[in-house]
């Protein structure tokens, strides 16, 4: 009786669909889900409309499975299942259970609005960068995580720097990182982009875990893609290449996407009228002299990556520029050339009709080494907030004409900094 006991207790653990994620697809009305087991079985994700009026039946779709090897010294074999969730009504909630055979999870619930549904009412979106498992990290998530459960956050974007990294121990730092996640992943959609702590083996364990938009110039890399959510257009790059220097070719084909891309989104205004991007690494950060990290961040790999983008944000008139990389909390003003350039209304805390991207630095997640000096001398041309405290920040989209940042301190559990960001006339930056 004792062995039948363990014997079961055992092929369950083998068996229990672990580190559950949801991300958007490409597709408005869609939710992709995936998860993991030690062992391969029949993988199905069972899901119903939840608080709304639409019939409550569950529906059962089958999941796609990959075996997949996480190891970097020995084979470590694992089994990866995707499922997508389609015909999302922006009106629901979502019940959704995922099962392996005979072992099945909990109930989680996500909201059914997706990129591509009409949004017009105010929403959030949690950001950041450089995250981690280590013990910061996890004092960020646990803030996230009460936010999320009090404030109404339609996704989450990571702006790379991960897991550091998530194919270390043989893959197992990625396991850790997406077990600590799941309070949030569960029930939101967690989108990411590579960083460099990203792109080891050409991204491998990055593709492993997360599945993102795809397009056609992409090639179903998911490294770079874009999202109408509301009242904003979101674009989220790799810039990894551009510090590469045999990735030419990656190089071309996303610039070559992103001027399409900003070129619709910019027929697409009178809908749509923000513009944000989103990546890992920053164009502007406060230079310490004395560090050699902020020299290679904030001089060296920033100056490669602004000749690369700048003048094609600027021209396409790009609202606001979030980054991560460098471990602090840096807030900057509209900005072309190094210049700070004044909009209508240029004060402390708002900027009414810039006439250059507005740039956030916010990758003080809870990295895994020591923070970036606080000692750092502000740049007075165009910073306009620094911080050192371990946090994330938040986005709202309040209405057509005005978005508004927050940055939160995990350290303190206090909102430390805010912009309003307004646009009036439709007017778009420079
Ligand atoms: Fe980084």
Redesign the pocket.
């Known amino acids: 009786m004792i062995l039948i006991v363990f014997l079961i207790s055992q092929s369950s653990a083998l068996f229990t669909p672990m580190q559950v994620h949801l991300s958007w697809t490409e597709k408005s009305s869609e939710m992709c889900v995936m998860w993991q087991s030690r062992m391969s079985g029949e993988a199905k994700i069972s899901y119903r409309p939840y608080l709304c009026k639409q019939n409550f039946d569950w529906k059962t779709i089958n999941a796609q499975t990959s075996r997949i090897d996480f190891g970097t010294e020995m084979p470590r074999y694992s089994y990866i299942h995707t499922a997508i969730m389609t015909d999302l009504q922006a009106d629901c909630y979502y019940e959704y259970t995922v099962g392996i055979g005979y072992f099945w999870t909990e109930s989680f619930v996500f909201s059914g609005r997706t990129p591509g549904h009409d949004i017009n009412t105010s929403y959030k979106m949690m950001i950041f ?2 995250l981690g498992t280590h013990y910061h990290g996890q004092k960020s998530l646990n803030l996230m995580k009460t936010m999320t459960e009090t404030q109404e956050i339609l996704g989450i974007m990571h702006m ?2 991960i897991g550091y990294n998530l194919e270390y121990d043989q893959g197992l730092i990625g396991d850790k990182f997406l077990d600590m996640i799941k309070p949030i992943a569960t029930t939101h959609a967690y989108m990411t982009m590579p ?3 990203e792109q080891a083996n050409n991204f491998t364990a990055y593709k492993q875990r997360f599945l993102m938009p795809r397009n056609e110039a992409s090639q179903n890399s998911s490294y770079f893609y874009s999202l109408n959510i509301g009242h904003v257009h979101y674009i989220c790059l790799n810039t990894n290449p551009f510090l590469i220097i045999e990735q030419k070719s990656e190089r071309k084909t996303m610039i070559n996407w992103l001027k399409d891309d900003l070129f619709k989104a910019n027929n697409n205004r009178n809908n749509v009228p923000w513009i944000i991007i989103l990546h ?2 920053t164009f502007y950060c406060t230079l310490n002299p004395n560090m050699e990290m902020s020299r290679k961040d904030c001089e060296v790999q920033a100056e490669i990556i602004r000749n690369a983008l700048e003048d094609i944000y600027y021209e396409n008139k790009v609202d606001l520029v979030l980054a ?2 460098v471990h602090r909390y840096e807030r900057q003003a509209s900005i072309y050339k190094n210049q700070t350039i004044l909009g209508d209304v240029d004060e402390q805390n708002k900027h009414v009709n810039a006439k250059a991207p507005i740039y956030i630095v916010s ?1 003080s997640a809870g990295n895994r080494s020591n923070k970036n000096d606080p000692s750092s001398p502000y740049n007075y041309l165009w910073t306009r907030f620094v911080s050192d405290d371990f946090g994330f920040g938040m986005l709202t989209m309040i209405n057509k004409t005005t978005l508004l940042w927050e940055q939160f301190s995990s350290e303190s559990d206090k909102m430390i900094d805010y912009v309003y960001i307004i646009k009036q006339n439709n007017q778009t930056s420079s």
Do not use: F, P
């Open positions: 960068g450089d790379g720097d960083g460099n702590h890992h690494h991560g990389h990758g």
